[in-house]
């Protein structure tokens, strides 16, 4: 396994640990099923690349991987909440993910919505009480986080989604839907990394922000292009949705072929940018994971 | 008007501007839709009767309300967030609220889904970086927030609510259900005047937490009883809906006469312990409010 892999699979154990701590089942609650059902999509799947950008970035700026924990299941909460929200009827109406019935299907609607909103909630609760950072790192953390997450950003991109399915967008339009709908969770994702390290610099969270961008777009074409070609048992999740729906992609906009040069190019972007960090085990795992997003099937 | 509606009115005044301030309408933004959504539901409506607590509590305690504003707005949000996604048709199903059509009727049930998800963020992301409070008392009222809105309170509340509709629950779980669903906005209203207010004192929480219980449970009980007795017309929302989905409810429980006299006991406690309280003008108005919660007709 390359460098990339190695560590890509050691934060991934540190983060599910992290959830568990932060997501505990409660002892005797009445609102038990609303645990369980956070606990069913938070826990025990995903590749965990957010939590791994969060540790990454901490270790990348001297910081201790103990404080980075809890804003990476932070950010992992969060991620499972948009995806809750997503699969519901009224947006994508998705009955798989990650390989299992979605959370709607196995604990209906109400509560579906429900642990969502308590995920994104108890996300923003985890960073802003991070016991191994101090108040200003964590209000910082809970700011950033919270508007990544709302109107400004994932929201934002979600409600263009909406918009936009059975249309033709503009190329700038499209950027900026896919930045705001997946880029903004990179990019935070890498400033709550610099947050546990304690570094406020604006300089070196712009750096970050645009390294996450480019991957964040990367990322986002390789699913459009996963979604046209995998299976559904690759993959996890329906395919083949995206065409049905009328979505905006990048594949749809430009085609195929354009779409991979396009990725290709972003992924090449967050290469060069990774030449201005220290060199180091960080600086090279940070060129696997580029090469990961480009080359992925799952 | 007695001091305490006088104080209601200028407080609610206050409080739309910051809202207004905290939810600007952003130019040619691509989900303009979502703001003007979010803004539908948190503008131009209710009592304001959260953010009050906010302001009362922090002047109670020698805060400036400048300082207090911000968070009165965060939780504003949060409460608009939360009757967005009650009215929602896998929820309560309403399609009324504050006297006009609910969120989903104007925006559609996707772009009303993403407008409490953006508020709840929102509201976060405001008490978080209030710029009148330092990084210490921010992280502490992003946390109390989150905690109080997430699944130990007010979602957990809900999820109870879910579970125990067309069934008769014991007195103890319905207490436990309106603590949550109600109680838990209030006592964290309470906490964020003091917190802005530099108030950390845990004894002084407990007192605050304890008097907002107790006029959680009257609110609810008094929202319970003016469900069974008012008209749409009046209260600006359905009525008799809790008695045709077979909400647990105290009137239902008790029935009416019972219910008015716990309703009548809970704000008598809360008036107890207001004794405690520095005498003055926020005294006054916090009795004001019990007698309002109790005889309150909208």
Redesign the interface.
């Known amino acids: 396994m390359s460098l990339f892999t190695d560590r890509l699979h050691a934060d991934a154990e540190d983060v599910e640990r992290a959830l568990e701590a932060w997501l505990p089942m409660p002892e005797d609650?009445?609102?038990g099923?609303?645990?369980e059902s956070?606990r069913y999509s938070a826990l025990g799947g995903g590749k965990r690349l957010r939590g791994h950008l969060v540790l990454t970035f901490c270790t990348l700026f001297g910081g201790e991987r103990e404080a980075a924990l809890p804003y990476a299941a932070a950010i992992e909460m969060m991620h499972a909440?948009s995806l809750i929200?997503d699969d519901?009827p009224?947006?994508d109406n998705d009955d798989m993910r990650r390989g299992r019935p979605s959370n709607h299907k196995v604990y209906g609607?109400?509560?579906a919505?429900?642990a969502?909103?308590?995920l994104?909630?108890?996300a923003?609760?985890t960073?802003?009480?991070n016991p191994y950072c101090?108040?200003?790192q964590?209000?910082?953390a809970?700011?950033l986080l919270?508007?990544a997450?709302?109107?400004a950003g994932m929201?934002?991109?979600?409600?263009?989604d909406?918009?936009s399915e059975q249309q033709t967008i503009p190329m700038e339009?499209l950027t900026?839907?896919v930045l705001?709908k997946t880029g903004a969770l990179f990019a935070v994702s890498c400033e709550l990394g610099l947050i546990a390290a304690s570094a406020f610099d604006e300089e070196a969270h712009a750096s970050a922000r645009t390294f996450a961008r480019h991957i964040g777009l990367a990322f986002q074409i390789t699913d459009d292009l996963l979604d046209l070609r995998s299976t559904p048992e690759v993959l996890g999740k329906t395919t083949g949705k995206d065409e049905k729906s009328g979505k905006a992609t990048f594949p749809a906009l430009l085609g195929v072929k354009e779409a991979e040069a396009l990725a290709k190019s972003h992924c090449e972007q967050a290469v060069s940018l990774l030449d201005k960090l220290p060199a180091g085990d960080e600086r090279s795992s940070l060129r696997g994971l580029c090469e990961f997003i480009l080359t992925r099937t799952m």
Chains 1, 2 share one sequence.
């Open positions: 609650d009445a609102a099923n609303l645990h956070m909440f929200h519901l009224a947006m609607e109400a509560t919505l429900l969502g909103d308590a994104a909630l108890r923003l609760e960073a802003a009480s101090d108040a200003k964590n209000a910082e809970a700011r919270a508007s997450a709302g109107a929201c934002g991109g979600q409600q263009i909406l918009q339009l900026d839907l705001r």
